[in-house]
Every structure is written in C-alpha cells, then in structure tokens.
C-alpha cells in the first residue's frame, strides 16, 4: 500500500467545516482513498472513499486533486463530537485488504 | 447496516491463560475479517486476515501459534490468545467485510490486560 502523510493534529472552532489534508503521492492508479476515524478507546469508524472522482455522503466530503496525489476531508459543520483521530489510507478497492494505519491527524473542534 | 459487535468488550487474566475474543457481522455476512492490535499511543496493526472456511493469514512478526484464529462461519470470527503474558496487552480491534460492501467495517474493539 502506498504511503499517506498527515498533519499531526489540527483544531476547529465548532460549526466551522474542518478541512483534513492527506498526501499520498504514490498512490498507484488501482488504489482508493479511504477516510477513517478513531474517537478515543473505540474502534475505528468508516468515513468516506473514493477513487478519483470527488465523494459526498452524509458524514463528509472528499475532494480528491486531478494527479490523485493528495486529497481533502471536509467535515461541513463539525461539533464537538467530531473530535477524534482521523486516517487517510490508501488502499486497492474492494475493501478485501487489511489496511495499513499511519499516525493520522487529530481533530480537536474548540467550543 | 454493515454492524460489527465484539466480545467482550474488556477482559482481565492471568499470565499464561487463554482468551477468547469473538468479533461478529450483526447484519451481513462477512467473507473476510481482519485483526488489528493497537497498543497505547499507536496507531492500529493488522495481525492477521481471514476468509471463510480458510486459515487464516498472518502478517509478518505476528505469531501464529500464539494467536488463533477460527473464522468458521460468515459472521464470526474468534481470536484466541494463548498463554497471555503481560506484553499481550493491548487493545484488539476486529474488522469485517462482506460481499454487498466495499470497505471495512471495524468493531468496538476487545481491551485486554493481562497480569
């Protein structure tokens, strides 16, 4: 799987949209974009994924550049429960293989 | 949909005895499962990855004789620690995936400590 790299960790004032950027410069032209988030002691929940085309679904949107070599999580109006650990993975479609975990990005929304 | 449950949730034992975590697809029928292991301040690592009706494959440095796992139905999957020492500790998370989905659907994770 290729790589991602993460900012450490961002805040957000609450109602603001959070912007998440991922980098992934390798990524080869069969794998996907997944977006992951872990709230403290809870196992990870699924996000969004997409290929190239731009995604949208209730939780989120992702906005994935023309090259696929970076993308953006937008969370529209985050609230305080959106604070958690967020992953960006890239990985063949399908969901069939096991998924490769870097650091993430902590989210913290501010009141 | 696409609800992943485990049990249990938390469990406490003694070095060198066994435990049992069963991760199971409430809703669908999962044809993988995964196990991850997270331990303090870390981020998630895949153990290993099962299909149905198949043994199980382990990634590198994860010990299959110390962790067995049985993935013997479409909706459950078990990992059983063997002969648990303190380093076994950790939070173990299970993941599931089924034909109808394209991703992943993790359940709420199995924290172990072993004295």
């Known amino acids: 799987d290729a790589k991602t790299t993460q900012p450490t960790s961002m805040d957000c004032a609450e109602g603001r949209a959070a912007n998440l950027p991922c980098n992934h410069s390798?990524?080869?032209?069969?794998?996907?974009v997944y977006w992951y988030r872990q709230i403290h002691s809870q196992g990870p929940q699924y996000i969004i994924h997409g290929l190239k085309n731009n995604e949208t679904n209730e939780m989120a949107s992702l906005i994935i550049t023309e090259d696929r070599k970076s993308s953006t999580l937008i969370l529209p109006h985050a609230t305080l429960r959106d604070t958690a650990v967020y992953y960006c993975?890239?990985?063949?479609?399908?969901?069939?293989?096991?998924?490769?975990f870097g650091k993430g990005t902590h989210l913290i929304i501010q009141p | 949909g696409a609800v992943v449950s485990q049990h249990p949730s938390w469990v406490i034992c003694k070095s060198g005895t066994s435990v049992k975590i069963e991760c199971r697809s409430l809703?669908?029928?999962?044809?993988?499962m995964f196990w991850y292991r997270q331990f303090p301040k870390q981020s998630l690592m895949l153990m290993a990855t099962s299909n149905e009706g198949s043994k199980a494959t382990y990634e590198q440095g994860v010990e299959k004789d110390k962790f067995l796992i049985n993935h013997a139905s479409l909706t459950l999957s078990t990992l059983t620690v063997t002969s648990a020492h303190p380093e076994d500790s950790s939070f173990y998370i299970c993941s599931a995936k089924g034909r109808a989905q394209d991703t992943q659907y993790f359940g709420p994770g199995t924290r172990l400590t072993v004295l």
């Open positions: 390798t990524i080869s032209g069969n794998e996907y």
């Open positions: 993975i890239v990985s063949r479609g399908g969901g069939a293989d096991g998924l490769t």
């Open positions: 809703d669908f029928q999962a044809t993988t």
